[in-house]
C-alpha cells in the first residue's frame, strides 16, 4: 500500500530533490557514506525530503531547489530512460532505472534507484576542451602505484589517479611525482591541469589531464 506522499511520487520528482540535496550539498554521497560519520547518503536525504517535505538545514535547500533549472530534471529523466547505446555497458543497474524511470509512479523504494541516476548522468560528460588549462576541486577515489619506468637510467614511480570533481566529473591522472608529493586516497584537493584526452569507459566520461600541480583544500586534514 502507498503511502500519502508516495500517492504523487514521480521520477521527475525524485530526480528534481536529489538534484537539489547534492547542489545543497556539493556532493553526491552514496550508501558506504554512511560511514562516515559527518556524511548522509543522499538517497537517504532524498527520501527525506519527498517523504517528510524538510531536512535541518532548510534554507540550504530552498536556495538549491530555486536555483535549479528545470532542464537539468528533464535531462537527468531522459537519461535515465535510455540504455548506453553499447550493449556490453548495460547493467543490471541501469535495466533497473529504464524501467523504474518510465513508471508514471515510483515508491520510496524506487529512490536510491533514481537518486543514483543523479551522479550517473553528472559522470556520463567529460570536463574542458583537449589542451586546456583548467582548475578544479576533486576528492581522490584512488591512487594505484604502476610499475616504474626508466627515464635516463633513472627508475621513476607511476601512480594512476582518479578524481572526482564537484560536478561528478571523472579526472583521471597519470602521475610520475618525487617522493610524497601525490594527495592520498579520500582528500579533497585543488588541481590544476591540461586536458590530454577524452575517453569513456561504458557511459562513464573520463578525462585525463597532465602536467598537474595540487593542493589541499583548506578542509582536508
Not at 517528510?52 to 532548510?58: E, F, S, T, V
Not at 524501467?99 to 574542458?128: F, K, M, N, Q, Y
Not at 576542451?129 to 582548475?135: A, D, K, N
Not at 576541486?137 to 626508466?150: E, F, G, H, N, Y
Amino acid at each position: 500500500m502507498l503511502t500519502p506522499a508516495e500517492v504523487h511520487l514521480t521520477p521527475a520528482a525524485v530526480i528534481r530533490a536529489a538534484l537539489t540535496v547534492v547542489q545543497a550539498r556539493g556532493h553526491f554521497h552514496p550508501f558506504d557514506a554512511q560511514a562516515h560519520p559527518t556524511r548522509t547518503a543522499t538517497a537517504v536525504e532524498t527520501e527525506a525530503l519527498l517523504m517528510r517535505g524538510h531536512l535541518p538545514d532548510a534554507a540550504a535547500l530552498a536556495r538549491a531547489a530555486s536555483d535549479l533549472p528545470p532542464a537539468t530534471v528533464t535531462a537527468v529523466h531522459t537519461w535515465a530512460l535510455a540504455l548506453p547505446a553499447d550493449e556490453q555497458s548495460v547493467t543490471p543497474y541501469r535495466r533497473r532505472l529504464a524501467r523504474v524511470a518510465a513508471a508514471d509512479r515510483v515508491t520510496s523504494r524506487d529512490i536510491p534507484t533514481l537518486a543514483a541516476a543523479v551522479e550517473g548522468w553528472r559522470r556520463s560528460h567529460h570536463v574542458g576542451t583537449i589542451g586546456q588549462r583548467l582548475t578544479t576541486t576533486a576528492d581522490v577515489l584512488t591512487r594505484i602505484s604502476q610499475d616504474p619506468r626508466t627515464y635516463g637510467g633513472r627508475h621513476q614511480a607511476r601512480y594512476l589517479l582518479r578524481l572526482n570533481t564537484r560536478l561528478g566529473r571523472l579526472l583521471v591522472w597519470s602521475a610520475r611525482p618525487k617522493t610524497g608529493t601525490l594527495p592520498d586516497e579520500g582528500a579533497t584537493i585543488t588541481i590544476t591541469g591540461t586536458v590530454q584526452c577524452h575517453d569513456r569507459h561504458g557511459d562513464i566520461a573520463q578525462t585525463y589531464i597532465t602536467r598537474c600541480t595540487w593542493q589541499k583544500t583548506p578542509d582536508t586534514p
